[in-house]
């Protein structure tokens, strides 16, 4: 199965079942199942909402290899939106 983008970087679909795991073990389960059916889907890309990229930095506070660079992405994300406010 080819990758899926999240936040325009293409992650391998058995690290979105990963996160998929990592957001039900911290009771996100509605997140969870939209990454899930995205990986049955074969989709090719799925768009974050704000509650998921700040969940997705909760659940890779330490990165597993091959997430390293979404957390990063993300993480700037969140702190130019709190610089300008807008969290």
């Given at each position: 199965m080819p990758a899926i983008y999240l936040a325009g970087i293409p992650i391998p679909a058995r690290l979105v079942l990963e996160l998929a795991r990592?957001?039900?073990d911290a009771e996100l389960v509605d997140t969870a199942e939209r990454f899930e059916g995205a990986h049955d889907r074969q989709a090719r890309i799925v768009?974050?909402?704000v509650s998921d990229r700040e969940g997705i930095l909760r659940a890779l506070e330490d990165p597993p290899a091959g997430l390293e660079e979404l957390r990063?992405?993300?993480l700037h994300e969140h702190v130019?939106?709190?610089r300008e406010g807008l969290i």
């Open positions: 990592a957001f039900r768009a974050l909402e990063a992405v993300l130019g939106r709190q």
